[in-house]
């Protein structure tokens, strides 16, 4: 619940109430259940949770501050997913694994529609964005060139809204301002690992790799198997003020993290969290901006307790305490304010 408070959510509502007697979902989670509500967790768990709701009113009305744009089309998922593909390529699976390698980071999230603007985001990340219009195509060139940071992976680009194939080479829709030109697919048998070099370290690759030719782009890492050995794994090509760079493989969760944190550093991209935090946490870090303030929320999804080390004391709503060093037991949560 608090998890999705901390990324914009003004209220919580819960299905089902009371669990049913009889019936397909007499077994479905409830509010109350079938035996003494006091001694259930949910229900204890349940108006704990009212019982702060009752603390927190200044939430309602913030809004969520994002570090990065990620692109997500509904379109584009059933067109990536229809039959006759190289490989079998699941989106979501794609999504969840770039997403666990942001919140890694503590970068929080906004997911837009290609439609949608892109102002304001120093990064957008368009994952295996097979399908998508010539429009957005010249979007992306034109944010590259103003200064954003753009990022996509392989299979993108590929085809118009009506599955038909950008001719010139792949990735035909982001080719120019990439900067690369990929000559032909190259997936992977299923369960097959190999690895990629990136600064001098390997870390697993799978799924899908790609024959890349370099167009003005700079390879920052090569592959390390069979015929593709040596050969680009991920580039990077600049444009004006801005950057493109694809990941042409899958890249294991460390990979992915590690490469993330690099563009982070390169570019000197500071997160939301970063404003707060006198050191780094395993603790998800969020921010929610009101009028002349802003709500931090920390939440330990982990096993262990820790500690969190904050630039300034905050005050939090929860405990009534002003806090500066905060002591999160597993699956504790906190709710700072800071005043502008």
């Known amino acids: 619940s608090y998890e999705a408070l901390a990324h914009g959510a003004d209220g919580i509502m819960f299905f089902q109430w009371r669990q049913s007697r009889g019936g397909a979902e007499k077994f479905h989670s409830a509010m109350v259940p079938h035996g003494d509500p006091h001694s259930s967790r949910i229900f204890r768990e349940c108006a704990q949770l009212g019982n702060e709701f009752s603390q927190l009113s200044e939430i309602v009305g913030t809004r969520f501050l994002a570090d990065v744009a990620v692109v997500f089309d509904w379109e584009n998922w059933w067109a990536l997913e229809l039959d006759a593909k190289p490989s079998t390529l699941k989106y979501i699976h794609q999504l969840r694994s770039l997403y666990g390698a942001l919140r890694t980071l503590n970068l929080n999230v906004d997911f837009v529609h290609p439609s949608e603007s892109l102002d304001g985001y120093p990064l957008v990340i368009a994952p295996n964005l097979y399908s998508a219009p010539e429009a957005f195509g010249k979007k992306i060139n034109d944010y590259v060139r103003q200064g954003g940071i753009f990022l ?189």
Request: hydrophobic share 40%; net charge negative; charged share 20%.
């Open 152 to 340: 996509t992976n392989f299979f993108s680009g590929i085809v118009n809204e009506y599955d038909q194939v950008y001719l010139g080479g792949y990735p035909g829709l982001f080719r120019d301002t990439l900067g690369i030109i990929v000559e032909e697919f190259y997936p992977m048998k299923a369960a097959t690992h190999h690895q990629i070099d990136f600064q001098g370290r390997r870390y697993d690759n799978s799924l899908w790799e790609e024959v890349i030719h370099l167009n003005g782009a700079k390879a920052l890492a090569t592959f390390q198997s069979g015929y593709l050995s040596d050969k680009p794994a991920i580039t990077m090509n600049q444009i004006d003020d801005g950057y493109a760079y694809y990941v042409g493989t899958e890249l294991s969760l460390e990979g992915l993290t590690t490469f993330l944190a690099t563009i982070l550093e390169n570019h000197k991209l500071a997160t939301h969290a970063q404003h707060f935090l006198a050191a780094p946490t395993e603790v998800s870090v969020t921010c929610r901006k009101g009028a002349g303030y802003t709500l931090v929320f920390l939440l330990n999804h982990t096993e262990q307790t820790t500690k969190v080390k904050l630039k300034a004391p905050g005050a939090d709503l929860l405990t009534k305490e002003t806090r500066q060093l905060v002591v999160l037991k597993p699956k504790e949560v906190a709710v700072l304010k800071y005043v502008d």
